[in-house]
T-cell receptor
Framework: GENVEQHPSTLSVQEGDSAVIKCTYS??????FPWYKQELGKRPQLIID?????GEKKDQRIAVTLNKTAKHFSLHITETQPEDSAVYFC?????????????FGSGTRLSIRP | DVKVTQSSRYLVKRTGEKVFLECVQD?????MFWYRQDPGLGLRLIYF???????EKGDIPEGYSVSREKKERFSLILESASTNQTSMYLC?????????????FGPGTRLTVT
């Protein structure tokens, strides 16, 4: 089955700098890759996603890139702000999975230093 | 706005007790999911359901069962609670079509088994 690995597990960056979180997946047929953000004490929420027919997607300060050949995808946050502090989860959806289930990575705790 | 609610935010049970965690969604979503969240392990799928009375095992179903008698409600059952089931439990729902695979999460239930 699908396996998603996420690195690093913790990341601390200076406010205003960029942050990059990387994930790899094992099932080459996976076709949907969402990223969820979970602020302290709150529920995870989708922040951006990418499908396998697209190499890059941007939404203001966040972007996701996908390299299908290497089976890895990354989240890029530019001009980081204190409100970016959270745990970020990458995920992958295997093609043909029933109920559109997704497999999550282990999470990255991002801290923004003032 | 999608609303996913869970019956309890905090629950304390004794070893061997039968425990019911309930989840309700109000958006007529086909798919519902139960995850447990543990530090460093991300979100691990316990069970999911793609229709009323339909269910499938996720990655860690041992010690759990589920029930979906109505479309809006998905229950997680711990037949005989054990201390290693102390965790945060998150429910989610999704439309699950190519239009949207986004999962909407409930606030979570922190279960402690003593």
């Amino acid at each position: 089955g699908e396996n998603v690995e996420q690195h690093p597990s913790t990341l601390s960056v200076q406010e205003g700098d960029s942050a990059v979180i990387k994930c790899t997946y094992s099932d080459s047929a996976s076709n949907y890759f969402p990223w969820y953000k979970q602020e302290l004490g709150k529920r995870p929420q989708l922040i951006i996603d990418i499908r396998s027919n697209v190499g890059e997607k941007k939404d203001q300060r966040i972007a996701v890139t996908l390299n299908k050949t290497a089976k890895h995808f990354s989240l890029h946050i530019t001009e980081t702000q204190p409100e970016d502090s959270a745990v970020y989860f990458c995920a992958a959806q295997p093609r043909g999975s029933s109920a559109s289930k997704i497999i999550f990575g282990s999470g990255t705790r991002l801290s923004i230093r003032p | 706005d999608v609303k996913v609610t869970q019956s309890s935010r905090y629950l304390v049970k004794r070893t061997g007790e039968k425990v019911f965690l309930e989840c309700v969604q109000d958006m007529d979503h086909e798919n519902m999911f139960w995850y447990r969240q543990d530090p460093g392990l991300g979100l691990r799928l316990i069970y999911f359901s793609y229709d009323v009375k339909m269910k499938e095992k996720g990655d860690i179903p041992e010690g759990y069962s589920v029930s979906r008698e109505k479309k809006e409600r998905f229950s997680l059952i711990l037949e005989s609670a054990s201390t290693n089931q102390t965790s945060m439990y998150l429910c989610a729902s999704s439309l699950g079509t190519s239009a949207s695979y986004e999962q909407y999460f409930g606030p979570g239930t922190r279960l402690t088994v003593t």
